[in-house]
């Protein structure tokens, strides 16, 4: 039965009832316009303008700043809103859809550097969610983290439709604050800090971190981005998928990424949830209360997002062992839990020296993320063109292998090439000590994915065949899911990387 025939609900459950398996065609529902205002909810938050702020302890003035972060948004949203069209196509998590680059028990190798992404992530935002609550209401910074661990948990058990729900209430209320804020900083800029807006104060070492930076920013949002477009209907173009998901990220991406650079170089001796009151307090002190108040309600939001993701890729990992647990909602609340818990106690512990410890967490993700990227793109859209043998994802004896060379092989090649790119606090490589600047991000993408070409080619790596017998799948974790994706997807018409533009 086509895909395209299935009937589609409009009405989705209130809690998620799917985790890791494929979503059957009869519970897609949707329109991709929502994913804009999911994105820019979420990027709508604190940690985009932490990771904006990070251009004040360069050399560049903000009007360099800016262009860098402009720039570095452009880019690396490209490559975000390709990973998130994947979603429709193929209903499955993003990190379930690698074991095809990387074989069943291959892809747990990037998966656990996902999960310590979702920690990191996480840890990050509730770090500022607690400064802005002892801001508001005097309690400790730690007793704050704890509080927003606590309504981030709550929100997420949920799960997909309320985040969605959640993502449209907070975008408008959002933009109409911080439009407010912005305003504001415009008209009422600090005298004292006037000198950063001349468009002089321009440094390369520093163009090129902020850029290199912000976008392995976005890139991040790579391994779970087709998360939430994986209940969208198997029609969905790539093209609308793509544009709603770059222009949510991107507009409120380099807006808020501007806005942080402007209030850390304005207040420079204050933190940065700091200096954000005091960007608001510009306005008057119910603009700075409404301020920290919205960014806490944005970071209940993203820390949600980060706990999803951080318990929906554990559980990867463990149904590829455990190969007896049915994934299920159920499940997904059971692994949800200690990953919360453990997420903050990593805020906890970094919340003494919150810029250091996230500058080098983003040089962590350079390292290791940007090369699955990379690999991940090019199986998809160059590769497999999107065909995929769903059932065989499922099983270590399918077409995809218990692990597969080619991938692990390309992944590891592009991480061995960008050791000499690398400049951070802890680490120079030669190249980059020679050139004066970080570009690893720029070498793990372009390597890996040509490596991966080369490899994919020699090993005859190619689409699946729409026809082919489905494989053993007495092992699968999910066999009917596994089953039911492999007969809807066998007779999906073709697929090319530019479908739908």
């Known amino acids: ?79 975000v809103a390709y990973h998130s069209a994947q979603g429709p196509t193929l209903g499955l998590p993003q990190m379930i859809q690698s074991r095809a680059q990387f074989g069943f028990f291959g892809a747990v190798i990037p998966l656990i550097v996902v999960v310590a992404m979702y920690l990191g992530f996480f840890g990050g935002g509730a770090v500022l969610a607690g400064d802005a609550m002892a801001n508001l209401t005097g309690i400790s910074q730690q007793l704050g983290i704890l509080i ?51 468009p002089g104060g321009f440094s390369t070492v520093g163009f090129f971190l902020i850029l290199g930076i912000v976008a392995a920013y976005f890139i991040t949002y790579g391994p779970y981005v087709a998360d939430y477009s994986r209940y969208l209907p198997a029609k ?88 007896s647990w049915k994934p299920g909602r159920g499940l997904r609340l059971a692994f949800m839990i200690p990953v919360a818990v453990i997420a903050t106690a990593g805020a906890v512990l970094v919340s003494g020296n919150l810029i250091n410890a996230y500058e080098n967490f983003i040089f962590f993700l350079i390292a290791f993320l940007i090369p699955w990227s990379a690999v991940n793109l090019v199986d998809f859209y160059f590769v497999r063109k999107g065909r995929y043998h769903v059932g065989d994802l499922f099983t270590p004896k399918g077409r995809y292998r218990s692990v597969s060379w080619a991938g692990l092989g390309a992944y590891l090649v592009g991480c061995a090439a960008m050791i000499p790119f690398i400049s951070t606090t802890f680490y120079t490589g030669a190249l980059a000590a020679a050139l004066g600047f970080d570009i690893s991000w720029v070498i793990g993408l372009v390597v890996s994915g040509a490596v991966y070409a080369l490899f994919a080619r020699l090993a005859h790596v190619r689409e699946s065949d729409a026809s082919a017998e489905i494989l053993d799948l007495s092992e699968a974790a999910d066999t009917a899911a596994a089953l039911a994706a492999a007969e809807t997807l066998g007779e999906n018409e073709p697929f090319t990387a530019t479908k739908g533009f």
């Open 236 to 323: 969905t173009s790539v093209a609308s998928t793509f544009w709603y998901t770059y222009a949510g990220m991107g507009i409120s991406g380099i807006w808020l990424l501007i806005l942080g650079a402007a209030v850390q170089i304005g207040w420079s001796k204050l933190d940065i949830v700091g200096a954000l009151g005091a960007a608001g307090g510009l306005g008057g002190e119910w603009l700075r209360i409404l301020a920290l108040l919205v960014l806490l309600i944005g970071l209940v939001n993203i820390g949600a997002l980060n706990i999803y993701g951080a318990a929906m890729s554990a559980l990867t990992i463990a149904t590829s062992f455990m190969k």
């Open 1 to 79: 039965m086509s895909p395209n025939s299935t009937p589609v609900t409009e009405k989705a459950p209130v809690l998620e009832t799917n985790s890791v398996n494929f979503v059957p065609h009869s519970e897609r529902y949707g329109h991709p316009r929502s994913l804009f205002t999911l994105w820019f909810g979420a990027n709508a938050m604190g940690v985009t303008i932490l990771t904006g702020s990070l251009a004040a302890f360069t050399d560049l003035s903000l009007f360099w700043s800016a262009i860098a972060i402009i720039l570095g948004t452009l880019i690396g949203t490209i490559f």
């Open 148 to 198: 927003i661990s606590v309504l981030s948990l709550i929100l997420v058990v949920f799960g997909y439709k309320v985040l969605h729900i959640v993502a449209k209430i907070i975008t408008p209320i959002f933009i109409v604050v911080f439009a407010l804020v912005t305003i504001f900083l415009i008209i009422r800029w600090p005298g004292e800090a006037h000198h950063a807006t001349a």
